[in-house]
């Protein structure tokens, strides 16, 4: 039976539509820029890259910062107005980039470990960062002024996330295990969501209403009015290192240190598809815009060809948008 098992598994498997090298150590996250056609890329080997997402090959040199000695870059998030690229660092550097460009137009200071997480608030004006030495920041975008620091109590912030109303800021990490939602304003402890294990990716909804956090399987569902689990999605089998919700949001893809990437049917909270698998620990996703196109990053980047999946499943109604359907949460 398992032989079975297994043959049916190997003729299921999905292959990537590109594979891109490049790279010389893992990939640590990656960003679809406006109009779909474009990607960027972060790495540990201390670069930023830019792609073109249909043919599969580097756009120019790779971005550099000025400096002699490259370190790290462990996280990356674009401005609202999709112009600029905000970075976090191995030597606790937040940098900005200007996207048509590939040079940075601004560097902070502040940190004192890596920067593990960036976000942007909604209306552009601000970067969140989050950091092994156990803070979350907010910065001033045109100043570059740190105006808040969070002592979150997490040993590292792995996680660091604006609500879309720029009201909270969620942080998920070591130490606590937990998932916290923090006041914008003021810094203040809101909420604090347990986890069993240390919490690495968080994703907020577009209206609010719900927040998902990436753990150790199960990926989690809470409901942002009680701040109550309402929803699992369990299938991986160890760290679940990103999370990507498409913009419409009844489609959500995470990767994992399990070595797949996986699809989800926010509609029901079901896997769609057979797991995508990787060669290495998958730590980096974006779906695109539309949710047609899926980009993982671990050695190498991969692109993956998601409305065929969702074809053959026959569930192609999910790129429709949410205002066309009744959105059911099954607990």
């Known amino acids: 039976m398992s032989s079975q098992t297994n043959k049916k598994q190997e003729t299921l498997a999905v292959m990537p539509r590109k594979t891109m090298k490049g790279h010389a150590d893992s990939v640590q996250d990656v960003i679809h820029l406006p109009k779909g ?32 000695k490259k370190v790290g870059v462990y996280k990356m998030a674009l401005s609202p107005n999709g112009k600029t690229v905000a970075s976090g660092d191995y030597d606790g ?38 950091s092994r030495d156990g803070t979350a920041r907010v910065r001033n975008v045109e100043t570059g002024k740190t105006i808040m620091e969070i002592k979150t109590g997490h040993e590292t912030v792995f996680a660091v996330i604006y609500s879309p109303d720029n009201t909270q800021i969620a942080t998920g990490g070591s130490n606590e295990n937990a998932a916290k939602i923090w006041d914008a304003k003021t810094g203040q402890l809101i909420a604090t969501l347990k986890h069993n294990w240390i919490v690495w990716s968080l994703a907020w ?73 990787h060669k290495s620990a998958v730590d980096s996703a974006a779906l695109s815009a539309d949710g047609k196109v899926l ?13 065929a999946t969702l074809k053959k499943a026959g569930l192609e109604h999910l790129f429709q948008p949410l205002s066309d359907v009744n959105l059911v949460v099954f607990q």
């Open 37 to 68: 056609r474009r990607i960027i890329t972060c790495s540990v080997d201390g670069s930023l890259r830019l792609w073109d997402l249909e043919g599969g090959a580097q756009i120019g040199e790779d971005w550099g910062d000025g400096e002699k």
């Open 93 to 130: 550097k937040v940098k900005l980039w200007d996207v048509e460009t590939g040079k940075v137009v601004a560097k902070w200071t502040g940190n004192t470990q890596v920067v593990w997480s960036v976000c942007w608030s909604a209306d552009g004006n601000r970067v969140g960062s989050g």
């Open 205 to 277: 909804t577009s209206d609010g209403k719900r927040i998902i956090s990436g753990s150790v399987s199960p990926i989690r569902i809470f409901d942002t009015a009680t701040w109550q689990q309402i929803a699992i999605l369990e299938g991986h089998k160890s760290v679940v290192t990103a999370i990507t919700l498409s913009r419409n949001e009844r489609l959500l893809a995470s990767t994992s240190w399990d070595k797949t990437a996986r699809l989800w049917n926010l509609d029901t909270n079901l896997p769609v598809g057979p797991p995508l698998q």
């Open 295 to 307: 980009v993982t990053g671990c050695t190498n980047v991969y692109t993956w060809d998601i409305h």
